[in-house]
C-alpha cells in the first residue's frame, strides 16, 4: 500500500502543498476554515508528515543522543525512562549510546551524533571529558551534564549536579547512632571523577558529621559487583576489621554482601552494609539494602526538560540544578557487635 504524502492531503483538501506545510508546522497564517478542512483531511487519510521534511523546515531533527556509561548497571534504568517519558511527550527520539567507560568509544559516539545532526546531547556518563563537549559545542549542539566535576563547563552546558554529601553525612550518622566507630568506605576507581566526588564526600562526613569516628577508604573498585567482593577481601585484611562499610553504589555494596555471605557472616549483625543508588534490587535482596537513594526518574525528567528548554531558546541562560540525595533504612545496617 502507497504511503500517503503530503501532495495526496492537499489534492483532497483542494489547497497548495505549502498550505498544508504552514499548517502542520505552524509556520504562517492559515484562515480557519480551511487549517481545519487540512487538518481533518490530515485524520482521515491516517497522514503521518516525513520527519525529514519537517526537519527541512523546523531546522531541528528531533533527536537527541543519551551517553551512559554502563548499560548493566541498573542505575541507569529509571533514568533513560524519566529522559524518554519526556522525550515521546515532546516528540523527540532517542539515541541511546553505551560508553563502558571508555573516553575512546564515548568520543565516536560524539561524532556519530554529529554526523546524525541531533539536537542536543545528554552526558549521564561518568566517562566524560571537556574535550567531548567542546566538540558538542562547536558544532552548535545544546548539552546537558549530570553530575560534573571540577571544570567549569556553564559555558558550555547546563548541568545537574548530585549532592552527595548530603545523603553520605546521614548513612555516617545513621552508622554511628547504630554504635559504629570504624566505617570503611568502598570507592570506585580513583581516576574516575564521579567516584572521586563519593570519595572525597565520605570524607567530608566523617570529619564535618563525627569527627571521633575512623574513617577507611578501600579504593580502586569498579562500582561493579565483582568490585564489591573484591573490596570485602581487603575490608577483610584490615585488622581491626571495620564494623560497617558504605559502597559508592549498589552494585558495589551486593558484592559486599554476597561474599560476605559465602565468608559465613551473619548479615547485618557482622557486618553493616550501606549502598548508593537505590536501584530497585536493592529493595528486593536479603537483607534489604539500606542506601543513600537519588530520585533517578526525576534526575532523567529534568535533564531532558532541560535539555528542551536550551533548544527551543538557544540564547537561554545555561542553567545548573542540584539534587538532594537522602538515606533510605531497611534491613542491612545494625547495631556495631561488641567485638570484631
Not at 285 to 307: D, K, N, S, W
Amino acid at each position: 500500500m502507497k504511503r500517503v504524502t503530503i501532495n495526496d492531503v492537499a489534492l483532497r483538501s483542494g489547497v497548495s502543498k505549502s498550505t498544508v506545510s504552514h499548517v502542520i508546522n505552524q509556520t504562517r497564517f492559515v484562515e480557519e476554515q480551511t487549517r481545519l478542512k487540512v487538518l481533518q483531511t490530515i485524520k482521515d487519510l491516517n497522514y503521518r508528515p516525513s520527519s525529514i521534511a519537517r526537519s527541512l523546515v523546523s531546522q531541528r531533527t528531533g533527536t537527541a543522543g543519551l551517553l551512559i556509561s554502563d548499560v548493566g548497571n541498573p542505575f541507569y534504568h529509571e533514568v533513560i525512562l524519566g529522559v524518554e517519558d519526556v522525550a515521546l511527550a515532546n516528540d523527540y527520539s532517542l539515541f541511546l549510546c553505551n560508553t563502558g567507560y571508555d573516553l575512546d568509544r564515548g568520543m565516536k559516539f560524539i561524532h556519530s551524533l554529529i554526523d546524525r545532526s541531533v539536537d542536543g546531547i545528554l552526558f549521564m556518563s561518568s566517562s566524560m571529558n571537556v574535550e567531548m563537549l567542546d566538540e558538542v559545542y562547536r558544532n552548535n549542539i545544546k548539552a546537558v551534564v549530570l553530575d560534573w566535576g571540577g571544570t567549569d563547563v556553564s559555558q558550555l552546558a547546563s548541568t545537574i549536579t548530585i549532592d552527595f554529601n548530603t545523603g553520605i553525612c546521614e548513612a555516617v550518622q545513621h552508622l554511628v547512632s547504630l554504635g559504629h566507630t570504624r566505617i570503611a568506605f568502598a570507592g570506585g576507581p580513583e581516576g574516575l571523577w564521579t567516584a572521586n566526588i563519593r570519595t572525597q564526600a565520605f570524607l567530608n562526613a566523617i570529619s564535618q558529621c563525627q569527627p571521633a569516628v575512623e574513617g577507611i577508604v578501600i579504593p580502586h573498585g569498579n562500582l561493579r559487583i565483582e568490585g564489591g567482593y573484591k573490596a570485602f577481601d581487603a575490608l577483610s585484611n584490615l585488622s581491626p576489621r571495620p564494623q560497617a562499610v558504605i559502597a559508592a553504589n549498589d552494585l558495589t555494596a551486593l558484592g559486599l554482601m554476597w561474599a560476605a555471605r559465602n565468608a559465613g557472616f551473619n548479615l547485618p549483625r557482622d557486618l553493616s552494609i550501606v549502598g548508593l543508588d537505590d536501584i530497585d534490587l536493592a529493595s528486593r535482596v536479603t537483607p534489604a539494602l539500606t542506601t543513600i537513594t537519588l530520585p533517578r526518574f526525576e534526575i532523567g525528567r529534568l535533564a531532558m526538560q532541560e535539555l528542551l528548554a536550551l533548544i527551543r531558546e538557544p540564547e537561554q541562560t545555561k542553567s545548573n540544578h542540584v539534587v538532594e540525595t537522602y538515606l533510605t533504612v531497611r534491613e542491612s545496617t545494625t547495631a556495631a557487635p561488641i567485638t570484631v
